[in-house]
């Protein structure tokens, strides 16, 4: 364009902002905004769009305020992606100003209604979000009701969820979030009502809508119907089979897992199985004891699929080794990750500790202690995993120094809690009607 000396227009110059966004050359698309001499409100909401694709959320709020000192009519697609920066920033207060500017103005708040339901569940004020949703009525679509039901259960608030989904037509977007709330909430009452729903609407062929289902029975301790689950998946992904690899583990069947994971090698079409998967399997050998096993599927990891070994992989092998009472081994691991180039975190540092105190391995437990409160000294956690090592070895002026420690800091052991689903004697009626 500048080598023939075509003179451009807005359009097209918007165009090429856009693109050079999209490539990640930031520096070039505010260039080409500045070249613009009739710049409409496409143009500046490209330039928000812009630096918000690049994290920078703030500058994209200052393009918002020189747009309102300069007049610029504002677009429902403009108060979008301010709202989306303000969700970002964590701006509660700018973007309950926004809120007014759609009132004030009269926006389509149809349009808006899912931007400011997302917003306020971002901002926790759920209510808020319910309230936007009231507002219009018979007006509202599954958009918007998949949006707050997301909502909903990412700030905790199962009933309204469900209510929510009780009163649409279900779609598989609403009940993979339904089925995510039954995950965290270990409900397996509602959870058996949305498998029915998924049966009679026919959304069994959904392969992520099984996966979530398949993890929803796996921890409400229903590993049998997780695998009948599992087995009836006929596209069959790396998410599925890792996620039925993980159940298994989490339940002490650490054979069974080792088991599918084989059957994955062997029979899985064509899906190969990624770090997450390894992360499940040597879980699942370190919880149950198979030391040598877990030993190849890392070997295997690195040699046969040529992964990348992260920390993660690294602390659960060395938490499987120094539960086997191999300490010295775990300490090679050790070395052998730091040979790698990878640099130790608090992960490694924290089953390190844990190796050191189930083999009462003094000096390196302290050694790895010492690294440990370097990375996260005001963790109360690690000062009791600590206490906890010198409370094994015998070292009880120690205990009574670190609790010295946590009380003039301030830190409190985090209290345990358990829950319970109570329900009447008496029959109750499913919650989601359709």
Request: glycine share 8%.
């Amino acid at each position: 364009m500048i080598k023939i000396g075509v003179d451009t227009g807005t359009i097209t110059k918007t165009a090429l902002m856009n693109m050079y966004s999209k490539y990640g050359c930031l520096d070039d698309s505010v260039r080409a905004f500045k070249e613009i001499e009739l710049k409409d409100v496409v143009t500046w909401n490209a330039l928000i769009s812009s630096f918000f694709r690049h994290g920078l959320a703030e500058k994209a709020l200052d393009v918002f305020a020189t747009m309102r000192r300069e007049r610029v009519p504002l677009s429902e697609f403009t108060l979008c992606s301010v709202l989306k920066a303000c969700s970002s920033l964590k701006a509660f207060r700018l973007g309950k100003q926004i809120h007014g500017l759609v009132v004030v103005f009269g926006r389509d708040l149809v349009i808006l209604s899912t931007a400011l339901v997302d917003f306020y569940s971002d901002m926790e004020c759920i209510s808020e979000a319910l309230k936007v949703f009231s507002s219009l009525n018979s007006m509202v679509d599954n958009v918007m009701r998949n949006s707050l039901i997301r909502g909903c259960i990412k700030n905790r608030k199962y009933k309204e969820a469900f209510s929510i989904m009780s009163k649409m037509r279900p779609n598989v977007v609403a009940l993979t979030s339904a089925l995510g709330a039954c995950s965290e909430n270990s409900d397996l009452w509602i959870g058996k009502q949305i498998h029915c729903v998924t049966i009679r609407f026919g959304f069994t062929d959904d392969t992520q809508l099984c996966n979530v289902m398949l993890d929803m029975y796996a921890k409400c301790g229903k590993i049998l119907s997780a695998r009948t689950l599992f087995d009836g998946i006929s596209q069959k992904c790396v998410v599925s089979w890792t996620s039925m690899i993980d159940a298994y583990g989490n339940h002490g069947y650490g054979l069974e897992a080792l088991e599918l994971f084989k059957l994955m090698e062997v029979k899985g079409n064509g899906v190969m199985p990624n770090s997450v998967t390894f992360l499940a399997i040597l879980s699942a050998c370190g919880h149950c004891g198979l030391v040598e096993e877990g030993q190849k599927c890392f070997k295997l990891m690195r040699d046969k699929y040529d992964l990348e070994l992260h920390q993660e992989h690294y602390a659960c092998f060395i938490d499987a080794l120094g539960r086997a009472g191999q300490i010295d081994e775990a300490w090679y691991v050790f070395d052998d990750m730091i040979k790698n180039g990878t640099r130790p975190t608090a992960v490694i540092w924290t089953a390190l500790l844990n190796a050191c105190s189930l083999n009462q391995d003094i000096a390196r437990g302290e050694f790895a202690a010492k690294h440990l409160l370097k990375f996260e000294p005001d963790k109360p956690g690690n000062y009791v995993l600590l206490s906890n090592f010198y409370a094994t070895v015998g070292r009880w002026d120690s205990v009574n120094n670190l609790r010295d420690i946590m009380r003039k800091k301030g830190l409190a052991k985090e209290i345990g809690s358990s829950r319970v689903t109570q329900r009447s004697g008496k029959w109750e009626p499913g919650i989601l009607k359709f």
